[in-house]
């Protein structure tokens, strides 16, 4: 009987293990975009800080991809800042926070 209670146990166990791992799960996911990359403060207007946008077509509709602040990102950075455009391919993580896609650059190149 003893030995039965400690199996029922270790079962419950793993499974709360289980449904925590997946509730906690990281739903992010590996994209490339291409698009106008900008600033979203000096252009946008939309940020409370400089952050590079990247701006993309989408059935007709634009896109905004910010930019999580990191050593890729503030690489082209001065290239934008202030109203210019910069026509770029991102490579990154994406996940969708507060209705926003947000874009953790591991790679980011100039376009022609």
Do not use: P, R, W
Not at 29 to 56: F, Y
Not at 68 to 97: I, M, P, Q, R, W
């Amino acid at each position: 009987m003893k030995k039965l209670k400690i199996t029922i146990a270790l079962l419950a166990g793993l499974a709360l293990t289980g449904a925590a791992s997946t509730a906690f799960a990281d739903d992010s996911k590996e994209v490339t975009v291409t698009g106008n990359m900008v600033c979203g403060k000096c252009t946008l207007h939309e940020t409370a800080s400089c952050q590079n946008v990247v701006q993309v077509e989408k059935d007709g509709k634009t896109v905004n991809y910010y930019l999580t602040k990191n050593e890729t990102s503030d690489a082209l950075h001065e290239d934008v800042c202030h109203g210019d455009t910069e026509k770029v391919t991102a490579t990154g993580t994406l996940v969708e926070k507060d209705g926003k896609e947000i874009l953790t650059a591991t790679k980011l190149e100039k376009t022609k």
